[in-house]
């Protein structure tokens, strides 16, 4: 499977910030798979992103199962009066969920077209989206429209015993 050009691998994640500007990362950004891997990963591209900023102002985690897509939108376009550049973090993100009634919440797909038109019309200058998952669903609408308008970061950790896992 041919990888695309806006998906890397969480070890080559350094090696891509070296060599991009900050102007050059995609506002909105997918991180899926292993949950340690993930937090790595965050801390690296939110530190980058960053800089020497005062990180306490311009961070807001979210946690996925438990907020609305208005809200995420919203704190996504509201600007800070104390720092220039603000990151909106979505932990567990439940974007690939199916709706059901056992689980404990998963975005409608009315949820998810609203997250697709806010990408469409652009996130504001100098704010960032980034999501976090365990797991994606790659057939579906909004994998394609993050793969498209961001940077996905993969942090799977093969489980099998082929070769093509433990490669």
Do not use: W
Not at 29 to 45: D, H, M, P
Not at 77 to 91: A, D, E, G, H, N
Not at 98 to 122: A, C, M, V, W, Y
């Amino acid at each position: 499977m041919v990888q695309n050009k806006n998906t890397l691998k969480h070890n080559r994640l350094d090696a891509f910030l070296t060599s991009v500007q900050k102007k050059d990362i995609p506002d909105l950004v997918l991180i899926y798979g292993e949950s340690f891997l993930a937090k790595q990963a965050f801390k690296t591209l939110s530190s980058f992103l960053l800089g020497n900023d005062n990180n306490q102002f311009a961070l807001e985690t979210l946690e996925g199962g438990s907020v609305s897509m208005g809200d995420i939108i919203e704190q996504v376009s509201t600007f800070s009066l104390l720092v220039s550049k603000k990151i909106v973090t979505i932990k567990n993100a439940p974007l690939f969920q199916t709706h059901q009634k056992n689980q404990e919440f998963s975005f409608s797909p009315s949820d998810l077209d609203r997250l697709i038109d806010f990408i469409e019309k652009g996130i504001p200058e100098n704010h960032y989206l980034i999501l976090t998952t365990a797991q994606v669903d790659k057939r579906k609408k909004i994998y394609k429209k993050i793969a498209d308008k961001g940077l996905i970061i993969d942090c799977s950790v093969a489980q099998g015993a082929k070769k093509a896992d433990l490669d």
